[in-house]
């Protein structure tokens, strides 16, 4: 299989701690993508990182890419009851691949 | 609220039945997806249409019948389906068919084979 993984597979905080899911992929990417699935609903695309980035940044997101590791992070800083959802990264399924392959995701809750 | 619309949102079949999935995109994107999403599995993808060609079938049983009658709907056909093709069936779309382009989903259809 050409997927990866989350991790960790589950996740649970108090609101405003951070909340930090990481993302390992197998295949060469020319950019990799995280998206958001609140519970029964369609995944939202967040936030898109480049090969040459290290870092990005939206809102209280914050994204982190090493190609090296073929790993990546997602950073959610003062995390609110209202960011509970499973967090996907997406990746081409193989090196020639232009279709986004998700990984099994990462189920977060925060507490009021 | 969602540019890209799914019908109905929950559905029961028997494993007789024929019913099908609606899709329908308002935001001018010219590639559509089909993909499944079963509990404690990743998404799994199913098709991919790109300006109403069908550019991806990723060896899914002919059970399920896809059909994109133009680029702003997708609809997937459903024939005598088993209980394991109970899932989440989620429709997206993008602006092409490159890694490079977002998708953008809809917020699925619950299917229930009895």
């Known amino acids: 299989s050409q997927q990866g993984e989350e991790d960790p597979q589950a996740l649970s905080i108090q609101e405003g701690e951070n909340a930090t899911m990481n993302c390992s992929y197998k295949?060469?990417?020319?950019?990799l993508q995280w998206y958001r699935q609140n519970s029964g609903r369609g995944l939202v695309h967040l936030i898109l990182?480049?090969?040459?980035?290290r870092e990005k940044h939206s809102g209280r997101l914050r994204v982190t890419l090493d190609t090296s590791k073929k790993s990546s992070s997602l950073l959610i800083t003062a995390s609110r009851a209202a960011d509970t959802a499973s967090y996907f990264c997406?990746?081409?399924?193989?090196?020639?691949?232009?279709?986004?392959?998700f990984g099994r995701g990462t189920s977060l809750i925060v507490h009021p | 609220e969602t540019g890209v619309t799914q019908t109905p949102r929950h559905l029961v079949m028997g494993m007789t039945n024929k019913k099908s999935l609606k899709c329908e995109q308002h935001?001018?994107?010219?590639?559509m997806y089909w993909y499944k999403q079963s509990a404690k599995k990743p998404l799994e993808l199913m098709f991919v249409?790109?300006?109403?060609?069908?550019?991806e079938n990723n060896s899914v049983p002919s059970r399920f019948s896809p059909e994109c009658p133009n680029s702003s709907h997708l609809f997937l056909h459903l024939h005598t389906l088993q209980p394991e093709d109970s899932a989440l069936y989620l429709c997206?779309?993008?602006?092409?068919?490159?890694?490079?382009?977002?998708?953008?989903f809809g917020n699925g259809t619950r299917l229930t084979v009895t």
């Open positions: 997206a779309s993008s602006q092409e068919p490159t890694y490079n382009s977002p998708l953008h």
């Open positions: 295949t060469s990417i020319n950019n």
């Open positions: 990182i480049r090969s040459n980035e």
């Open positions: 997406a990746y081409p399924s193989s090196g020639g691949s232009y279709i986004p392959t």
């Open positions: 935001l001018g994107h010219n590639a």
């Open positions: 249409y790109s300006l109403e060609e069908r550019v």
